[in-house]
């Protein structure tokens, strides 16, 4: 690769271009700049030469022209090994131009902040991409850095290589550069194509345009014959586990280990009490909370169903300490899911010799919820949780917003004669929570601070409540007392019945069956106090 030795300077983040400028100009790079960007290096005392003058040509209308110019593109695309290109280069006094350092116009954080259509037009960057495409198809000749985190790096190898940057540098630099346009041009066009000729926005737009990014090729899919990587949202800033930080040599992950895990944290943020859940195959199977340990919190999940945890995935919303870890390596786990392992933990972990395959996952903590203005008395997560729902179908993608939002017990209709009690109540809240979580027909029975069991994924609701029974039963678990919870209406007396056989003395459900009457008279004949969410949470 040849010297780098004349550069082009432009950007709206202008997060470390000063230092970079600087450390450019005293390897004797010639530093090129526009506008404000140009203005801020002169006033830091480096010698600049504006795009005018490189040009030739005034910047106008308003700064919309000012790089869009023969002497930038041909210095930018020319192919220093063609002879051809350099006779017409020479002949029209282009000069190549061997770094560019851009970045875009802000218009997804115009368009986010909720400007009007031609704000957000005007913040559509023109030249920026046309120079970033430019260079990046060139990268042969041409080094294009498109983001502050790569000035360091980029210096040091100029450093250790005589002004020079090396041809995998700058393929990789490349590749970073078309995946910005691409993601910037999607931005555009979904922002656009979700507006009417009369200027009404629509929540769904004509188009939608994801961007993720690999993080890793799995050994197989869900089977081993299916080939499979997992990719990460690339601009979503909320706790997720392709995004998880991995603190110990354990097992790689599998693709079913990723889903599993993935309803373990969906689940353990449900609860701003200390809590612990155990997930098999995307089903709660244990959950429980605490007031004095992650590790009782722990313990109590596991007595919810010891058998089903063997190869489970447990999460946490507290950082696991060494009486948590002690506990947790008396059994096989796949996956452990935790905002944190402090340092005793992990050195448990790793003297464990069980625990050699298991696998860390380390998750930022969330956010507490937000009151929502949408229900009365529910609440949904932070803005950074707020996405969408994608479910992919052969030959198209089903698209929803996520099911973030929260019903409190206390807040729900009580239909009944009798309300619940406020030990009730707290129990309703947890059944609530876990129910959202299983699929559908779903049924949780609970205490105030353990699941007692779960029915999940079955084709009717009375078998759904059947099986909840049958498996507190089969683990010794008492229902007598317990509440239960329906993810969906109880569209027959039945799986009600069901539940009051077992001793159940509340009910939470979201209500609007055309029996509910029918219901609530049982509830009544029962004894039990009911109330209804108004909303409900299939999870097919």
């Known amino acids: 690769m040849a010297k780098i030795e004349r550069a082009l300077i432009s950007v709206t983040d202008k997060r470390g271009v000063a230092a970079l400028a600087r450390a450019l100009a005293e390897q004797g790079v010639e530093i090129i700049s526009t506008g404000g960007t140009a203005r801020l290096l002169a006033d830091a005392g480096i010698a600049v030469v504006p795009i005018q003058d490189f040009t030739g040509f005034p910047e106008m209308l308003d700064g919309r022209v000012k790089t869009l110019h023969p002497k930038i593109h041909g210095g930018l695309l020319g192919r220093r090994d063609l002879a051809e290109h350099r006779q017409a280069m020479a002949a029209h006094g282009i000069r190549p131009i061997d770094l560019v350092v851009v970045n875009l116009y802000r218009f997804e954080e115009t ?23 430019s260079a990046a198809k060139n990268h042969a000749s041409v080094t294009v850095v498109v983001d502050p985190d790569d000035y360091e790096a980029l ?6 290589n005589g002004g020079t940057v090396g041809a995998a540098t700058n393929f990789r630099l490349a590749k970073k550069a078309f995946a910005l346009t691409a993601h910037y041009d999607g931005a555009i066009a979904d922002y656009l194509g979700a507006f009417a000729p009369d200027g009404t926005r629509a929540r769904y737009g004509e188009t939608l345009h994801l961007d993720f990014v690999k993080v890793q090729d799995l050994r197989y899919g869900e089977n081993p014959h299916q080939t499979a990587a997992v990719y990460r949202e690339r601009s979503l800033a909320e706790p997720c586990i392709p995004g998880a930080r991995q603190p110990f040599e354990g097992k790689e992950l599998s693709f079913n280990n990723i889903v599993d895990a993935n309803a373990a944290l969906e689940l353990v943020l449900e609860f701003d009490e200390t809590a612990a859940v155990v ?20 313990r109590a999940a596991r007595a919810c169903d010891p058998v089903s945890i063997f190869g489970g995935i447990v999460a946490f919303n507290r950082p696991v300490d060494e009486d948590t870890a002690r506990e947790l390596t008396e059994i096989f786990l796949e996956v452990i899911v935790a905002p944190g392992f402090m340092p005793e933990a992990l050195a448990h972990f790793r003297a464990t010799p069980r625990a050699k395959n298991v696998r860390l996952l380390e998750v930022a903590r969330s956010a507490r919820a937000e009151t929502s203005p949408a229900h009365a008395g529910t609440t949904s997560a932070p803005a950074a949780r707020r ?4 479910k992919r179908v052969v030959g198209g993608l089903l698209v929803q917003d996520r099911d973030l939002a929260r019903v409190a017990a206390a807040a729900a209709r009580v239909v009944t004669k009798r309300r619940p009690a406020p030990d009730e109540l707290t129990a309703l809240d947890l059944a609530w929570r876990v129910c959202k979580h299983a699929k559908s027909n779903a049924i949780v029975f609970a205490r105030a601070d353990r699941v007692v069991g779960v029915g999940a994924g079955q084709m009717s609701r009375v078998d759904a409540a059947r099986i909840a029974v049958m498996r507190a039963e089969t683990l ?39 029996k509910d009457q029918e219901l609530i008279a049982a509830a009544d004949e029962h004894g039990m106090a009911m109330v209804f969410t108004d909303m409900r949470h299939f999870r097919h």
């Open 111 to 133: 368009a986010a902040a909720g400007g009007d259509l031609a704000e957000a037009i005007e913040n559509i960057d023109i030249g920026g991409p046309s120079m970033i495409r």
């Open 155 to 160: 210096l040091a190898e100029m450093r250790a």
């Open 279 to 298: 997930i098999k195959h995307t089903n709660p199977c244990g959950v429980a909370t605490s007031t004095t340990s992650l590790a009782d919190a722990f």
């Open 387 to 390: 996405g969408l729902d994608l």
């Open 476 to 514: 010794g678990l008492e229902t007598r007392g317990s509440v239960v919870a329906s993810d969906a209406f109880f569209p027959f007396r039945d799986g009600l019945d069901v539940a009051a056989a077992a001793g159940a003395t509340a009910v939470i459900q979201p209500g609007g069956s055309v």
